[in-house]
């Protein structure tokens, strides 16, 4: 069986929307201590020789903020490929539909997370999640948007 081009598009698109939401799902499930191994080990890496140049040193105010930054981005991704995998069905209000679906499944991992030991659901990440989830979706319209003007 031979798929076509739209065919191979939205395959790719289904394929990435639900790695993105697995993978989501996958660091929500893990309890708090986990969770914040995680968040450490980058700050160990990457954030922490920053750091030691500028004499700074707040290790949970990094946390959170290194938390943060991955709900923002993974919802960016998500919303990227849910834009995208709506795009190949050539379906209508594809913005407004993304962002629903993202902030439904921003609402869901957070209710998740209530049965997760040691995590809780927070609002705030409901709304980081849509900021990154509308971040990602105007960047990918306004990227679209430059490239038909100039085909």
Known sequence: MQLNKLDKKKLFWWVAT????????????QPSGTSSSYSGAIIEKIVKPI???LHIKYREVLHTIVRKIAHFTFYGLLSIS??????????????????????????????????????SGEFRDVCIDLSGC???VILLST?????????
């Not at 990227?143 to 085909?151: D, F, H, L, Q, T």
């Open 51 to 53: 750091l030691q140049i």
């Open 82 to 119: 849910i834009y995208n995998l709506l795009q190949s069905y050539k379906t209508k209000n594809t913005v407004l539909l993304t962002l629903l679906v993202c902030f439904l499944y921003a609402c869901s991992d957070e209710f998740h997370q209530t049965f997760v030991p040691g995590r």
């Open 143 to 151: 990227i679209k948007k430059k490239k038909n003007k100039v085909e």
């Open 134 to 136: 509308l971040t990602g």
């Open 18 to 29: 639900l790695s993105l939401m697995i993978g989501i799902f996958i660091f929500s499930s």
